[in-house]
């Protein structure tokens, strides 16, 4: 399968809104998304925090966690990782369901538990991402949720 950004990014900034919906429907207070661009700090502000958002086509059937260190969108740029300023990240694995867990917890697994996660290049016409993948049966602190109607 060819890799495509930009298709990534349309359908990452669809679950933003889903998420953010989500919010609201729960009643948490000031939710809005992030204004538009290639490099947001977060995807979701809301007045119990920021979240960054991914959709993830692969969990669900891997049961792995991913980890962008290196990004394909630049040269040598460093991945979401590195740049977001979010709380909380969430991962959509399918059309509802949803792993988190806060930066703090995710990079104490990074840092601190070097073993449990697996190294990946993958290059495509001139440009290289690095993600690291980890089982996320393995993780400490990730958590499950959903967005179905109660």
């Known amino acids: ?59 669900q059937s891997t049961n792995n966690f991913c980890l962008e260190t290196m990004s394909c969108v630049e040269n040598n740029s460093l991945g979401w990782f590195f740049k977001t300023k979010a709380d909380k990240i969430i991962v959509f694995y399918n059309d509802t369901d949803f792993v988190h867990i806060s930066m703090k917890e995710l990079a104490d697994n990074w840092f ?15 440009w290289t991402t690095v993600v690291w993948l980890a089982n996320c049966n393995n993780m400490f602190g990730l958590m499950t949720g959903s967005v179905k109607d109660e």
């Open 112 to 126: 601190d538990r070097p073993e449990i996660w697996e190294k990946k290049i993958i290059q495509q016409e001139g």
């Open 1 to 59: 399968m060819k890799y495509d950004f930009d298709k990534d990014l349309e359908l990452s900034q669809k679950y933003e809104k889903k998420f953010a919906d989500y919010l609201m429907s729960k009643g948490v207070p000031k939710v809005k998304l992030a204004p538009k661009c290639r490099y947001e700090d977060y995807d979701v502000l809301s007045g119990v925090g920021t979240f960054e958002i991914k959709y993830d086509r692969w969990m």
